[in-house]
């Protein structure tokens, strides 16, 4: 079956340079959710669209923003990296058509190292 | 204090033991409790799914659900080597709504 895609999967970026990370949800999923991963810790929500519309915010920074395109992918952007925005990214879909499963499914991540 | 507890462990069970991981969580608005697992910098893999209090099997693992307690609990039985990974619970107030993670319990089962 077909899963949720990231790309790219590894990003080495400098201090204060912006990075863009892409999400291609499952087909047919229409709500899309990010969460940033810090070494040894839990998964932490950023940002969700539901049909190209931001449904929810969580502690994502100002220097971030993300859209969902008419195709569904979303992208992350963000902007003025510091050291501290080195994580795992995850994005994860779902869908909230009547009878679906509702389940977030992940993608494989981005790895993003900030030097 | 976090909105969900589970102990960070580590873990470690000799091959066919039944394990049993356990959360904690403390906003009685959750309603949907998951329990996924992660392979070393890998996306975690939602391995069950609940609504609402009561059990779930499926294949070797079983989730339970206690509302009352706020408590959950996933059980692997006849554990293997390819178990060892880490386990999230996690959960939500509604079916679409941001899933609040606990910080994982890392698990190796030694063959």
């Known amino acids: 079956a077909a899963g949720v895609i990231q790309s790219p999967r590894h990003l080495i970026k400098e201090k204060r340079e912006t990075a863009t990370l892409k999400c291609y949800p499952i087909?047919?999923?229409?709500?899309v959710y990010w969460y940033q991963q810090g070494p040894g810790q839990d998964p932490q929500f950023l940002i969700s669209?539901?049909?190209?519309?931001?449904?929810d915010k969580g502690s994502i920074p100002d220097r971030f923003s993300a859209q969902q395109f008419s195709d569904y992918h979303s992208e992350l952007n963000m902007s003025s990296l510091e050291l501290g925005d080195s994580a795992l990214y995850f994005c994860?879909?779902?869908?909230?058509?009547?009878?679906?499963?509702?389940?977030?499914?992940f993608g494989p991540g981005t790895r993003l190292t900030v030097t | 204090q976090k909105e969900v507890e589970q102990d960070p462990g580590p873990l470690s069970v000799p091959e066919g033991a039944i394990v049993s991981l356990n959360c904690t969580y403390s906003?009685?608005?959750?309603?949907?409790f998951m329990w996924y697992r992660q392979y070393s910098r890998k996306g975690p893999e939602l391995l069950m799914y609940?609504?609402?209090?009561g059990n779930k099997e499926d294949g070797r693992f079983t989730a339970q659900v206690d509302k009352s307690s706020k408590y959950i609990s996933l059980f692997i039985r006849d554990s293997q080597p390819s178990d060892s990974a880490t386990y999230l619970c996690?959960?939500?107030?509604?079916?679409?709504?941001?899933?609040?993670f606990g910080p994982g319990t890392s698990l190796s089962v030694i063959p």
């Open positions: 669209f539901y049909e190209k519309m931001q449904s």
């Open positions: 609940t609504y609402s209090s």
């Open positions: 994860a879909s779902s869908s909230r058509d009547w009878g679906s499963s509702y389940e977030q499914y």
């Open positions: 087909p047919r999923h229409d709500t």
């Open positions: 906003n009685s608005a959750f309603q949907y």
């Open positions: 996690a959960m939500s107030q509604t079916s679409y709504d941001k899933v609040i």
